[in-house]
């Protein structure tokens, strides 16, 4: 989405790494996950503020991007230090609304005039799984505003990071590491989520809920099933995006 704006984009796997980026290169805006390895985003964006870190620009605008859609989110994002808010499965609008008032001038190199878009994300925790749908392809073209390339570019890509993201999850299962799994799963929800893999997503947070109560014999039970999500997923997504 980013590089439709013609926006040049550098990655940091976690908090650690963005600090380090931060503290080599002069940048314009930090996207910011709130939940990752080794250092988190709040914990990241604590650092950058601080005057005496080794960051070099302790005012950069740094947008929040967290799954979570609970009261007191955003509070918590800005309390942390952080400028604005955005809430993932990421939409083109309200991305673009985002970089209008943080990168005025990339926001407009773009003739795109987004629509409103009709679809909204369900509460996946409200929703029984029998009745979510293995693959939302409206809303996935609706959030990337139909850009057919674009859903193919990022439909690729999720089907060759979730494989291994999968992988990476069943051995985290095989070695009982209850605090990675969870993280792992929760990851795992909301790239689905973000290609309108909703049922999916919605076995991975079962996973997810089930790793923060410490019950992994539940959460291995899972595991299986969620290899056939994937499964089913891929299928849906070859025959209808792809």
Known sequence: MLNKFGIHIDTADNGEEAIKALSELIYDLVFMDCQMPIMDGYTATRHIRDVNSIVLDNTIPVIA????????????????????????????????????????????????????????????????????????????????????????????????????????LAAMVVSNDVQQATAQAHKIKGASANVGGMKLSAHALKMEEAGKAGDMETFGQKQPELEQCFVQLKAAIEETLL
């Open 65 to 168: 991007m967290t799954a979570h859609t609970m009261r007191g989110d955003r509070e918590k994002c800005l309390t942390a230090g952080m400028n604005d808010y955005l809430a993932k499965p990421i939409d083109f609008k309200q991305l673009q609304q985002i970089l209008k008032q943080w990168l005025p001038e990339q926001a407009q190199s773009t003739q795109s005039t987004p629509e409103e878009s009709n679809t909204t994300i369900p509460e996946l925790e409200k929703v029984s799984e029998s009745a979510i749908p293995v693959l939302d392809a409206v809303a996935i073209n609706q959030r990337l505003m139909g850009y057919v390339e674009l859903v193919r570019t990022v439909a690729e890509s999720f089907l060759i990071d979730m494989t291994e993201q999968i992988e990476i």
